[in-house]
């Protein structure tokens, strides 16, 4: 399975980005999908799960209300809509395919993309 995460950028505070995330290779429509972020010096943390029907979603306390994760099975998508962005938001942000465990962590995921930079101007 192949990640290809697209759409960072730079974006004032109070903007708004949107990411995708293309999954290519052996893939199935079976698999919860996340996204997590880096910022520089700290750890990749969660952001946001999603279900592999895209009935349930999963957010982390700071980006509730303000991230949107959402999914396009047909087409083999996962995007995350970020609003009313702040500068914390600042790192590279990436999606990763949930094998088992917890959304919430690292652990539960394989097949990470390569990440796309977002940087949040104050």
């Known amino acids: 399975v192949q990640l290809q995460a697209s759409g960072g950028g730079l974006v004032q505070a109070g903007g708004s980005l949107r990411l995708s995330c293309a999954a290519s290779?052996?893939?199935?429509?079976?698999?919860?999908m996340g996204w997590f972020r880096q910022a520089p010096g700290k750890e990749r943390e969660f952001v946001a799960a999603?279900?592999?029907?895209?009935?349930?979603?999963y957010y982390t306390d700071s980006t509730k209300g303000r991230f949107t994760i959402s999914r396009d099975n047909a087409n083999k998508m996962v995007y995350l809509q970020m609003n009313s962005l702040k500068p914390e938001d600042t790192a590279v942000y990436y999606c990763a395919v949930h094998v088992s465990g917890t959304y919430y962590s690292t652990i539960g995921y394989a097949y990470w993309g390569q990440g796309t930079l977002v940087t949040v101007s104050s």
């Open positions: 999603i279900s592999w029907s895209g009935g349930s979603t």
């Open positions: 290779g052996r893939t199935s429509s079976n698999y919860a």
